[in-house]
């Protein structure tokens, strides 16, 4: 009687519920497979963190007592495909079980349904898709600032019996502050590549030449030792000023006070609970304002598991609405950083060089454009899952669909999140530095996203810089 225990490249969390029974005699399996690393063109960047933690991962399980076969992408018997590397790993140990934890994704889901396993729940999310099904069940309007307070009250975070702290459930209009010109973020971080993370860069570099982004200065960190260095560096030296400067962006600095650490809650080296714990912590030692506390744990309190059960509520229907009817192809420029519009340029070229880039570069400036040319939202939708290291369907697809491009006509959001040059000038110090000026509306000088906000593109014709 031995069982046979998946686990994927983003189930990298010892408490996994395919992992918690384990016993002497099981073996746990982990796949690098082709069509997952090829299925879009991912940063490299994105498979170098991805491969190099689960390699770490089946090492700290090894180190644990656990047995793990684990399947290389280069092994040469490896098929390539998760269904069939299951079938070769059942033919291997002929188990009385196998078991794998739900997926993040609704395209692996459809594939686990072949696997003949035992399917469990992902319980590493506060909320579950059932529990997100009941709460959204005869609302009109599924909102996350309401989701949200239920989560509080669930969770207990930041609570003063049913009341929140501080009187308020949200302090966003704290929030919106443009940075001062003497503001000195702190440098991140950064996990110089050790053997394993070199030996995989090497292997990316082979395999993957044509896709997206820079593979190197690489400074990702590739185990939960790493990724909780990574998130108490936050906690102490960003987290006081993540909420004053949560909106702002500043040319040559992709990260000012976030967090960075998608990437880690993502793959399952960090969990929510625990993130959300020690920002609570900050803020009850007096460390860290409400506002900044506050803000941070709803996006991960609010923000990702609303969007989360958004995504098991409304797929596969969800991918498939186009509100706006927006058509026009993506432009070259989102793969090159080269345009004259230096907003855009320094947003792609910061998603180039680091896999990252922060909610409002994504929201405001990448998204912001997209939405108001009418670009085809699956072509986004490809872009926006490649091209960051923290892409995965679940959480993407949502944001992009719903959030930026407004294509199901307001399933989430009440209005679409479209701006002028205004905005972004308010926001960042990019105007400055462009060939356009943002108070202008006409004539050549005038700031593209002007044009487009007041012109709907069915109105727009052809336009020199979108239909090259
Ligand atoms: C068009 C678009 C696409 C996006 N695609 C992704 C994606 O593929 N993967 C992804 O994790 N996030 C995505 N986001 C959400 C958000 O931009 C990133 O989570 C955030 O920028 C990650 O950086 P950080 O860790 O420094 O976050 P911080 O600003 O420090 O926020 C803390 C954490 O809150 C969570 N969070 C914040 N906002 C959101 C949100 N809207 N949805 C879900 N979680 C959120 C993240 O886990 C994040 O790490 C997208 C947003 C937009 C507008
Ligand atoms: S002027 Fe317009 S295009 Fe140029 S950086 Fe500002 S917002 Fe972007």
Redesign the pocket.
């Known amino acids: 009687m031995s069982t046979l225990r998946i686990v994927l490249g983003d189930q990298l969390t010892r408490g996994l519920s395919s992992l918690r029974d384990y016993v002497p005699g099981d073996t746990v399996l982990m796949m690098e497979v082709a069509e997952e690393t090829t299925y879009v063109k991912h940063h490299r960047q994105k498979l170098v963190l991805i491969l190099s933690a689960m390699r770490h991962f089946a090492d700290e399980l090894r180190h644990h007592g656990f047995t793990v076969d684990y399947v290389k992408l280069d092994d040469p018997a490896n098929t390539g495909s998760f269904t069939a590397e299951v079938q070769r790993a059942i033919a291997r140990y002929t188990p009385s079980r196998v078991v794998a934890t739900e997926p993040g994704e609704w395209r692996v889901r459809e594939m686990m349904k072949g696997w003949g396993a035992e399917i469990l729940p992902d319980d590493r999310f506060f909320a579950t898709p059932a529990s997100f099904a009941a709460w959204a069940r005869d609302r009109r309007q599924l909102r996350m600032e309401f989701f949200y307070r239920d989560m509080r009250r669930l969770s207990g975070l930041l609570m003063d019996g049913d009341a929140p702290v501080g009187g308020q459930w949200n302090f966003d209009h704290d929030n919106r502050k443009s940075l001062p010109k003497d503001a000195n973020p702190p440098r991140r971080q950064r996990f110089e590549p050790e053997a394993i993370t070199r030996e995989v860069m090497e292997l990316v570099a082979m395999r993957f030449p044509d896709h997206f982004g820079a593979l190197e200065p690489f400074g990702w960190a590739v185990t939960r030792a790493g990724a909780l260095e990574a998130l108490d560096h936050f906690i102490s030296a960003c987290l006081p000023n993540?909420g004053d400067y949560?909106d702002a962006m500043k040319q040559g600095n992709a990260?000012l006070y976030?967090?960075?650490?998608?990437p880690y809650?993502?793959i399952g080296l960090l969990t929510p609970r625990e993130i959300c714990d020690r920002a609570q912590e900050a803020w009850s030692r007096g460390d860290a304002p409400l506002n900044a506390v506050e803000g941070?744990i709803r996006?991960?309190l609010g923000?990702?598991e609303y969007?989360r059960g958004l995504y098991w509520l409304k797929m596969p229907d969800y991918a498939e609405t186009n509100f706006l009817e927006a058509r026009r192809p993506l432009p070259d420029f989102y793969w090159t950083g080269r345009t004259e519009m230096n907003c855009l340029a320094q947003a792609i070229g910061d998603t180039q060089r680091h896999a990252?880039a922060?909610?409002i570069q994504?929201?405001m400036v990448t998204?912001n454009f997209a939405l108001l040319a009418g670009l085809d939202p699956k072509e986004v939708e490809q872009w926006?899952?490649l091209v960051?290291a923290?892409?995965?369907e679940w959480?993407?697809l949502p944001?992009?669909h719903g959030?930026?491009l407004f294509a199901d006509g307001g399933v989430m959001a009440s209005k679409p999140y479209a701006a002028s040059g205004a905005y972004i000038d308010r926001m960042s110090d990019y105007c400055a530095g462009c060939r356009f000026k943002p108070g202008v509306k006409l004539g050549p000088k005038a700031c593209p996203f002007n044009y487009l906000l007041w012109m709907p593109p069915r109105l727009q014709g052809k336009n020199e810089l979108l239909d090259m």
């Open positions: 993540f949560q990260f976030h967090s960075v650490i998608s809650l993502n941070f996006q991960i923000w990702r969007i990252y922060h909610h994504r929201l998204g926006y899952l960051y923290d892409a995965f959480v993407e944001n992009t959030m930026a």
